[in-house]
């Protein structure tokens, strides 16, 4: 990859070259046209589709095909539980939902409370990744997938069910394949150089396509996993990959809970939020004066950013507001509170719905249509 | 180690030097103070003992000075389930049975589905290995273990209870140390790399010390263990080993799947039996007139070293046999013909007790006292 930046996934630094990373990982760009059957297929569009928020993928168009014919497919996502989330974390799950509302499918969700303990660095106990995975459930469930259709589950607790899937995908992974993809090395712990085929399995929970939203930088899993599916009898997964929301201190890297100033939490109270948003790196200039006569630069300005990924839909307003961002007549603090209004209520919304989750998180979890039957199944 | 044999867990080859390996994988022997003190602890002595079949340990003398202070101990061993038993497997779960009698303490057995289908050589599906987890399960409980006081298990099937703890012990041990004590390389497969954490698991059941009974060819795995249980809180185990009994074929090596005509199944036929013991390897001499001049040599006769290593249990009797034979007394189809008595007995017996134990494999797996309490618990 090109020095200037570097995705793994583990590791986001640099300003991100996306059309670069598309070339570099191997996936395809989404075209108009596959973007345009997709909002066809759906009823609907969703502007993380139409901002190419979600940018790039690997065999949407088959995912497209089986649905058009009947056969139909299934949603994967997950999320590694090594502390609270925060917005960049949960608005790929509100669009994996949007995914589930307009297709009627599937969606397994993976909390890998194992990977996070394995990760030596994160100095987690396993007993806290745990805490985190069940904390982290609570805020997934607040995203309101359908109860009978979603299973969301931690490892170490459906190892069982998965242990002999994992170990046939194992059987087929080297450790010198796991070092040229992931950068394992001699001192890789043996749990962590195993855990690859852990994440690979419930892209198998079903003998039909799976399609994992996903931030591009867990692409690493799915090229492995591509490179097996067919040998065990499943399919290839499809993926379709979004970029990663600005961290507020700036359009470099991602957000990271080692800098919990990139970061809105979804706990965090509104004096901290209004603070932190305030403080976020700008696109204007230096004094307001010199901001009316020259304008703004949307571009960086994370205010904007975040409207433009997730917070304002409405593309007529967005339109307006970088427009009057650039001529210099919305200031970099006027955009910041507009953004403020937007994510309280989002976090308020949320925050309301969490609660009610909390009554809910047993049929995701155990006694939901799905999840019982996921149960009563062990994967081979 | 000296390039004239070779013992790792997955091969014996050449004619093993127990001294000399003693050295290498420095374990201590058994002297003449510890048994005569095992023996006095038992209350009685056991010829796998005062030959020296089990003929090096480490921390045994430790196990003795926690059991006579009233702390207790506990005993695991296992097996690999790639296929049918044959009496080379069976012996140490005989003398462990016999440790359990003696000391009333608790004996868990762990089937290794997991790590026989990761081992890619054996071309074992899951499937199968599952299927011998069973099979095997069966000659094992025919032993006759304390239903209460024995659990057996398939790694496949308790891997949930386990897997908490297996994250531990994995991120303890990184590849390179993997690669040092196993010979693993980067073909290896990463469930075959991860596999030591799982065998080592079972020797942290219990916060006491862990006594295993094995050949000496599994050391390696407690090696590793007991670089690594006291961070996480537990004992350093301790293990008593065994030479291997000698295959039909000669003194060489230990007796081998692939070669079927170096062992007897426990499930074999009497003609089979009979022919296989009748083509052993020998130590007399070319013609009966030369044998009963010069005599032959019990050393490396298998049928009394057999005799030596289990099916004679009489000291006074197997004197004389050695003697006689040494003398040209016995000829070497005679040794052979006692040799044979034997062991259809034996065979026939176990495979009796086989029957019954079909009655009594759910107590040992499932619903005894230990395996109630054990499916109740999740190792963390």
Same mark, same amino acid.
């Not at 997938?145 to 992974?173: C, G, H, S, W």
């Given at each position: 990859?090109?020095?200037?930046?570097?995705?793994?996934?583990?590791?986001?630094?640099?300003?991100?070259?996306?059309?670069?990373?598309?070339?570099?990982?191997?996936?395809?760009?989404?075209?108009?046209?596959?973007?345009?059957?997709?909002?066809?297929?759906?009823?609907?569009?969703?502007?993380?589709?139409?901002?190419?928020?979600?940018?790039?993928?690997?065999?949407?168009?088959?995912?497209?095909? !089986?649905?058009?014919?009947?056969?139909?497919?299934?949603?994967?996502?997950?999320?590694?539980?090594?502390?609270?989330?925060?917005?960049?974390?949960?608005?790929?799950?509100?669009?994996?939902?949007?995914?589930?509302?307009?297709?009627?499918?599937?969606?397994?969700?993976?909390?890998?409370?194992?990977?996070?303990?394995?990760?030596?660095?994160?100095?987690?106990?396993?007993?806290?990744?745990?805490?985190?995975?069940? !904390?982290?459930?609570?805020?997934?469930?607040?995203?309101?997938?359908?109860?009978?259709?979603?299973?969301?589950?931690?490892?170490?607790?459906?190892?069982?069910?998965?242990?002999?899937?994992?170990?046939?995908?194992?059987?087929?992974?080297?450790?010198?394949?796991?070092?040229?993809?992931?950068?394992?090395?001699?001192?890789?712990?043996?749990?962590?150089?195993?855990?690859?085929?852990?994440?690979?399995?419930?892209?198998?929970?079903?003998?039909?396509?799976?399609?994992?939203?996903?931030?591009?930088?867990?692409?690493?899993?799915?090229?492995?996993?591509?490179?097996?599916?067919?040998?065990?009898?499943?399919?290839?997964?499809?993926?379709?990959?979004?970029?990663?929301?600005?961290?507020?201190?700036?359009?470099?890297?991602?957000?990271?809970?080692?800098?919990?100033?990139?970061?809105?939490?979804?706990?965090? !109270?509104?004096?901290?939020?209004?603070?932190?948003?305030?403080?976020?790196?700008?696109?204007?200039?230096?004094?307001?004066?010199?901001?009316?006569?020259?304008?703004?630069?949307?571009?960086?300005?994370?205010?904007?950013?975040?409207?433009?990924?997730?917070?304002?839909? !409405?593309?007529?307003?967005?339109?307006?507001?970088?427009?009057?961002?650039?001529?210099?007549?919305?200031?970099?603090?006027?955009?910041?509170?507009?953004?403020?209004?937007?994510?309280?209520?989002?976090?308020?919304?949320?925050?309301?719905?969490?609660?009610?989750?909390?009554?809910?998180?047993?049929?995701?979890?155990?006694?939901?249509?799905?999840?019982?039957?996921?149960?009563?199944?062990?994967?081979?």
């Amino acid at each position: 990859m090109d020095d200037e930046f570097v995705v793994t996934p583990w590791k986001v630094e640099g300003k991100v070259d996306y059309a670069k990373l598309i070339e570099h990982f191997g996936t395809s760009p989404i075209d108009d046209e596959l973007l345009n059957r997709l909002i066809k297929d759906a009823g609907e569009e969703h502007h993380l589709l139409t901002r190419r928020i979600f940018f790039s993928h690997r065999d949407l168009d088959k995912v497209l095909d !089986d649905w058009e014919s009947g056969k139909g497919f299934f949603l994967y996502t997950g999320r590694g539980p090594s502390g609270p989330m925060h917005i960049g974390h949960i608005i790929p799950f509100y669009f994996t939902k949007w995914l589930q509302d307009r297709f009627k499918v599937n969606v397994y969700i993976q909390l890998t409370d194992d990977e996070k303990f394995l990760e030596e660095e994160r100095r987690l106990t396993l007993e806290e990744a745990r805490k985190w995975a069940r !904390d982290n459930a609570l805020d997934i469930a607040a995203v309101g997938f359908d109860p009978d259709k979603t299973f969301i589950f931690q490892d170490t607790e459906y190892i069982k069910n998965m242990y002999p899937l994992a170990l046939k995908v194992a059987r087929k992974i080297n450790f010198s394949w796991v070092r040229a993809v992931f950068g394992f090395d001699m001192q890789t712990n043996i749990g962590m150089s195993f855990y690859p085929a852990i994440q690979v399995v419930p892209s198998l929970f079903e003998r039909k396509r799976c399609l994992i939203p996903c931030a591009i930088d867990q692409d690493p899993y799915w090229r492995i996993q591509r490179d097996i599916a067919e040998s065990l009898g499943f399919y290839k997964t499809a993926a379709i990959h979004s970029k990663f929301l600005p961290p507020l201190t700036g359009p470099i890297g991602k957000m990271s809970a080692s800098k919990p100033e990139s970061a809105i939490y979804l706990h965090e !109270d509104e004096k901290s939020i209004r603070k932190k948003i305030w403080k976020a790196y700008s696109g204007g200039q230096p004094t307001a004066e010199l901001h009316r006569k020259l304008g703004g630069n949307p571009e960086i300005d994370v205010a904007f950013q975040w409207l433009y990924f997730f917070f304002e839909p !409405d593309d007529r307003k967005l339109k307006k507001l970088e427009e009057d961002y650039r001529a210099g007549k919305i200031l970099s603090g006027e955009m910041k509170l507009i953004l403020t209004e937007k994510v309280l209520k989002f976090i308020e919304e949320h925050r309301a719905r969490r609660e009610e989750a909390k009554e809910l998180l047993h049929l995701y979890m155990y006694d939901g249509e799905l999840a019982r039957e996921m149960w009563r199944k062990v994967h081979e």
